[in-house]
Nanobody
C-alpha cells in the first residue's frame, strides 16, 4: 500500500527556516522522481521542487529558487525540503508525491509564516 507521510511543518517568523521530511512506502522509492507541492488557502496545489531518482537534477519553481533545497535519502525512502528565508507567501500545506504518476496524497504538513 502506497503511503506518504509528511512532517516538519510549524509556525515560523519571516526569515526563518524549516526542514520538511516525507517518508514514503509501498513503492520502489529509488525509481521515481519525487517532488514537493504546496497548497495555500484558496489556491490550487502547485509544484515547488523536484529531484531525480538518484538525487540529481533538482528543480525549483521560481519563487523558491535560492531559498529552498530539495534532497533525498534513498536508503531511508525519504525526501526532504530545506526552507530558508521563509516569506509570508510560503504559508501553505506542503505535500510530497511522485512528480509523475502521482499516487494517493498524504495528509501534508502545515507551514505558517507569520510575525
Amino acid at each position: 500500500q502506497v503511503r506518504l507521510v509528511e512532517s516538519g511543518g510549524d509556525l515560523v517568523q519571516p526569515g526563518g527556516s524549516l526542514r520538511l521530511s516525507c517518508a514514503a512506502s509501498g513503492f520502489t522509492f529509488n525509481m521515481y522522481v519525487m517532488a514537493w507541492y504546496r497548497q495555500a488557502p484558496g489556491k490550487e496545489r502547485e509544484l515547488v521542487a523536484s529531484i531525480g531518482s538518484s538525487g540529481r537534477t533538482p528543480d525549483y519553481t521560481d519563487s523558491v529558487k535560492g531559498r529552498f533545497t530539495i534532497s533525498r535519502d534513498n536508503a531511508k525512502n525519504t525526501v526532504y525540503l530545506q526552507m530558508n528565508s521563509l516569506k509570508l507567501e510560503d504559508t501553505a500545506v506542503y505535500y510530497c508525491n511522485r512528480k509523475f504518476s502521482i499516487v494517493v496524497w498524504g495528509q501534508g504538513t502545515q507551514v505558517t509564516v507569520s510575525s
